[in-house]
């Protein structure tokens, strides 16, 4: 056995404390997710008790994402913002960090609790709307997305009542006349879209957040029939890339390529209308994004 190694004993008892630090610090995350504990809280037993502590060896990102309605992309915007590097401990925070890191916990107070919201997701043709979107269908089963109704025909792998109500051009009307749409229009100047309104007036009434993926016009409509509602606009990370997604996906022939990528330079124009902006430079992480908007208290939501 080399003079450097440490015994065997050793090795297994540090393994086996790094086991027990772990699991107290996911201990501590889990108190705060469920409500049992404050993070304010959570923070003064870091800085008032054994550096060793699991309050104390938490990283200030971990601690940041025990928080309801705090993801990934909020947690570093509000990391950057408390001026606190990723690499820092809750308990190795000097004294300004602390200050701002308790100020800003104090400011949260008792916003574990949500409200209801719709959240609108528009953006330019091919800018992935519909994969984001089914993106979060697939990875957050919590999310209760609107379906549309259209009057286009489904494309390959489409379900009837899972990705969209396939309507005649009658039905479609029949619906407009009963009033049952939050908004509708026709959209590329061939097909009808409309949001049915009762099942998220519904949704809304029982506490339950609801994320619509439409068109600009359709997100207009909603603005000002619900100003309530967080517009959010999807970005493409460039406008080649936009034009390399509507050719890649080959669901149109190359005149309606070019019908929609004149409309979409102007719908670029309008993201300035809406509350946030989201760029789609990974679809995971977009989805990520429109989630924790979904789930982060009303009255801090970020807006512009």
């Known amino acids: 056995m080399s003079a450097s190694r440490p015994p065997e004993v050793d090795r297994v008892a540090a393994a086996q404390a790094a086991v027990a630090a772990r699991r107290a610090r996911a201990a501590v995350k889990a108190a705060i997710a469920a409500g049992e504990r404050t993070a304010l809280d959570v923070a003064e037993s870091a800085w008032s008790g054994p550096a060793n502590a699991p309050e104390a060896t938490l990283r200030v990102r971990e601690f940041l994402l025990s928080l309801p309605g705090l993801g990934p992309a909020r947690a570093d915007r509000t990391m950057r913002e408390l001026g606190i590097a990723a690499s820092k401990r809750v308990g190795g925070l000097g004294v300004r ?14 916003q574990g609790r949500t409200q209801s919201r719709l ?13 984001v979107s089914r993106y979060i269908r697939e990875h957050y089963p919590e999310v209760l997305l609107s379906i549309s109704a259209t009057t286009r025909p489904p494309r390959v792998g489409e379900v009837d009542g899972e990705h969209y109500y396939f309507v005649t051009d009658a039905q479609f009307e029949d619906m407009v006349e009963r009033g049952e749409f939050l908004e509708h229009a026709i959209v590329h100047n061939a097909y009808r879209y409309g949001t049915p309104r009762p099942p998220i007036d519904a949704a809304l009434a029982s506490g339950r957040s609801v994320l619509l993926e439409i068109d600009l016009q359709g997100a207009r409509a909603v603005r000002a029939a619900m100003p309530e509602a967080l517009l959010v606009f999807l970005l493409p ?25 004149a409309t979409a330079r102007v719908e670029l124009r309008a993201q300035d209308e809406f509350d946030v902006r989201v760029v789609n430079t990974d679809v995971a992480a977009a989805a990520a994004e429109v989630v924790e908007l979904l789930a982060a208290p009303l009255e801090r939501t970020e807006r512009g």
């Open 237 to 261: 990370p460039s406008w080649e890339e936009l034009v390399r997604r509507l050719v890649g996906r080959g669901t149109e022939d190359s005149v309606e390529q070019a019908r929609r990528l």
């Open 119 to 131: 959240v609108v997701l528009a953006g330019p043709t091919a800018v992935g709307k519909g994969t």
């Open 97 to 110: 960090q602390r200050a701002s890191l308790r100020d800003y916990l104090a400011r949260r107070g008792g």
